[in-house]
């Protein structure tokens, strides 16, 4: 019991002989064990954040072509301000492979074919490239809610994403032209409804685009029936394995006609990287913040034991007073 006292006491010594020292290496510690857990929520907060926003794309499949058939569009149809879909190179998905996938995947969940383009929009004085979407105006409710206005019901009205309406001040009722006049005719449609904000997600990215009927998309573009992409959102995300398998199984028998992007898969590689990335700044956080306490107290530990830099007299007087010290300690 009397040896802790006494080393004790010569610890409480140590730190009232270099007080700031001491403090500056206490100092140290806790703030590299703060980094440390601080570190770690942000890395935990991170995944989560990320993992919440990817979740609610989790139950979605994604078609496309890879070869075989590819949508030409419609000889001499250009679409306003641009080439149109014709001689773009594009893989497109045919009528008859969405008939198929429809077929295969109704079952699971909602699919629905996508017409897509980038074209230039006016407003006003404002020009800049937008995504154009086409799609089948009895799916838009169900894929699509509106935070004002109404789905779109004619072949010249549209709903747009909020970004879109901020950036232009667009309301209901403003109109906009699509295409270059400087290269072709314009068409001009009038805003009826704006979408809620969807964030990130892999089917449609709608918040800084112009969506319409179909038949407003093929007689800017041409192209009926050439699909820029299928998707389907399931109803279990369980079935996402069973749903692809069946669509590849089927579809490419022959030949390399699509394929299958699953979100689901995605949503995990992207939580495993972001956790081993996590984990791995954590660990070298660790190993510095380690290195310092050894080289602190090390240091620490010499300066004060060794007598190195203490001319030969007063070193061995130093070691004298200490030998007395602990004698005394000891007597105590």
Do not use: W
Request: hydrophobic share 35%; aromatic share 4%.
């Amino acid at each position: 019991m009397k040896q802790k006292d006494i080393i004790f006491q010569l610890s409480v010594r140590s730190i009232r002989l270099h007080f700031l020292r001491s403090v500056l290496a206490a100092l140290g510690i806790v703030i590299g064990v703060v980094a440390i857990a601080t570190m770690g929520m942000m890395g935990a907060n991170m995944t989560l954040s990320v993992t919440e926003e990817l979740s609610s794309m989790g139950n979605i499949l994604v078609v496309k072509a890879s070869g075989g058939e590819s949508g030409g569009g419609m000889p001499g149809v250009g679409g306003p301000g641009g080439s149109g879909r014709s001689g773009s190179g594009e893989d497109l998905v045919t009528e008859d492979q969405f008939r198929d996938i429809e077929r295969i995947a109704s079952k699971y969940g909602t699919v629905y074919a996508l017409y897509s383009e980038s074209d230039t929009i006016e407003v006003g004085d404002n020009l800049r490239r937008s995504t154009i979407y086409g799609l089948d105006p009895d799916v838009i409710p169900a894929i699509l809610t509106l935070s004002d206005g109404a789905y779109p019901k004619s072949t010249s009205s549209v709903i747009i994403g909020p970004s879109l309406a901020e950036r232009f001040d667009l309301k209901i009722g403003s109109k906009i032209d699509i295409g270059d006049s400087d290269e072709g005719p314009t068409t001009t449609v009038r805003v009826v409804g704006i979408i809620e904000e969807r964030g990130m997600s892999m089917d449609l990215n709608t918040d800084s685009a112009i969506i319409g009927g179909e038949k407003l998309f093929i007689g800017m573009y041409g192209g009926e029936g050439e699909y820029g992409q299928v998707n389907i959102i399931l109803d279990d995300i369980n079935d996402a394995e069973t749903v692809s398998t069946e669509i590849v199984d089927q579809l490419n028998k022959k030949e390399e006609q699509v394929s299958v992007q699953d979100s689901s898969r995605m949503l995990e590689s992207i939580t495993s990287t972001l956790g081993t990335m996590t984990t791995f700044v954590m660990a070298i956080a660790g190993i510095s913040l380690l290195v310092a306490a050894v080289s602190i107290f090390s240091g620490s530990g010499r300066s004060e034991f060794s007598g190195a830099s203490v001319p030969r007299g007063q070193r061995s007087g130093r070691c004298s007073s200490m030998r007395r010290e602990s004698s005394e300690l000891s007597g105590q």
